[in-house]
């Protein structure tokens, strides 16, 4: 067995390398020139708050028309999709062009934090911010929920009501 000298910045070195790669991958130009869009996927990031009548919901989604927007609402979950699509011409192609947008279809599902009504949303799409306004289920709103603690040390229990 041949003993060899740990070189620790070596290893550092080979690890740089091969992130360097990966990274040269991931936003390499395609043949067109473009940097490749769907390997760096589109995910509008979000807001939400829960109150004690509802939750609220912010996403934004800049430069879509809201009618290219799908939002659907279950009890407990929100789908948003849609697509993003870029405005430059294939005429305009010619010399340098470099885009740090994300274009491309989306699609987004967020746990609610509770129950709501689904038939008394409220939506606003205004500056790129879609905010939905979504009413709590009523047993949401008169649910309590006793905790039993029936000795020192030991684990309480949870009752719903």
Same mark, same amino acid.
């Given at each position: 067995?041949?003993?060899?000298?740990?070189?620790? @910045?070596?290893?550092? *070195?080979?690890?740089?390398?091969?992130?360097?790669?990966?990274?040269?991958?991931?936003?390499?130009?395609?043949?067109?020139?473009?940097?490749?869009?769907?390997?760096?996927?589109?995910?509008?990031?979000?807001?939400? *708050?829960?109150?004690?009548?509802?939750?609220?919901?912010?996403?934004?989604?800049?430069?879509?028309?809201?009618?290219?927007?799908?939002?659907?609402?279950?009890?407990?979950?929100? %789908?948003?999709?849609?697509?993003?699509?870029?405005?430059?011409? /294939?005429?305009?192609?010619?010399?340098?062009?470099?885009? /740090?947008?994300?274009?491309?279809?989306?699609?987004?599902?967020?746990?609610?934090?509770?129950?709501?009504?689904?038939?008394?949303?409220?939506? /606003? @799409?205004?500056?790129?911010?879609?905010?939905?306004?979504?009413?709590?289920? *009523?047993? /949401?709103?008169?649910?309590?929920?006793?905790?039993?603690? %029936?000795?020192?040390?030991?684990?309480?229990?949870? %009752?719903?009501?």
């Amino acid at each position: 067995m041949v003993l060899s000298r740990w070189e620790p @910045f070596r290893e550092i *070195e080979t690890i740089q390398r091969q992130m360097n790669r990966l990274l040269d991958q991931i936003a390499s130009p395609t043949e067109t020139g473009d940097i490749i869009s769907d390997r760096l996927t589109l995910v509008p990031p979000a807001e939400i *708050e829960e109150t004690s009548d509802d939750v609220r919901l912010w996403m934004d989604i800049p430069g879509i028309d809201p009618q290219n927007l799908d939002v659907k609402v279950a009890a407990d979950t929100v %789908s948003v999709s849609g697509e993003r699509k870029s405005e430059i011409r /294939e005429q305009e192609t010619r010399g340098m062009r470099r885009s /740090e947008f994300r274009y491309g279809r989306f699609q987004r599902v967020i746990p609610l934090p509770s129950r709501i009504q689904n038939d008394k949303v409220q939506a /606003e @799409f205004r500056n790129g911010v879609l905010c939905l306004t979504m009413p709590k289920a *009523e047993e /949401e709103k008169t649910r309590v929920v006793t905790i039993n603690l %029936s000795g020192q040390g030991q684990q309480g229990q949870i %009752s719903g009501g």
